[in-house]
């Protein structure tokens, strides 16, 4: 991405774009982060990095792009190293997959990415309506699109 701002971080994490809407996704190797990206991406959203963004401020608010490293790739487990086109992102959503995630919530908690606070929701991976959960956690949780404006 040209024009990268200087404090820019690499993070491990995989993220999609929904809308042009960053979701992030955290959570132990081999929960499922790239199944999720897949399914999100299946629903129509666009890869900006699996596991591995680089992330930075930008006009109020924490957006990615690819790692150069493994940008426009994919790792799909069983199948391969796929190559897709990837985009950057402002992320408006950080969502960690756990086995351990909490059935109800009263809201997002809040992490930080370069130093913006971003909505944070802990999220089952098992679910076979999980690419459909996230569609909904960010539509009522996500951070506002014109956040940085």
Do not use: Y
């Not at 370069?114 to 999980?130: C, H, N, Q």
Request: charged share 20%; with cysteine; aromatic share 2%.
């Amino acid at each position: 991405m040209s024009g990268a701002p200087c404090e820019a971080k690499a993070m491990q994490a995989t993220v999609v774009a929904v809308n042009g809407r960053g979701v992030l996704i955290t959570g132990e190797p081999g929960v499922g982060k790239t199944s999720l990206a897949l399914a999100l991406i299946d629903r129509g959203a666009q890869l900006v990095g699996d596991d591995g963004v680089m992330v930075a401020a930008r006009d109020g608010a924490p957006f990615a792009w690819p790692h150069p490293n493994t940008a426009g790739m994919i790792e799909i487990r069983n199948v391969g190293i796929v190559h897709i086109d990837a985009v950057p992102a402002p992320i408006a959503l950080s969502i960690e997959l756990t086995r351990d995630a909490p059935r109800h919530v009263e809201g997002p908690a809040v992490r930080k990415i370069a130093d913006i606070p971003v909505p944070t929701l802990t999220m089952w991976p098992d679910s076979p309506v999980l690419a459909l959960r996230v569609e909904w956690a960010l539509r009522m949780h996500g951070a506002s699109e014109s956040r940085g404006a």
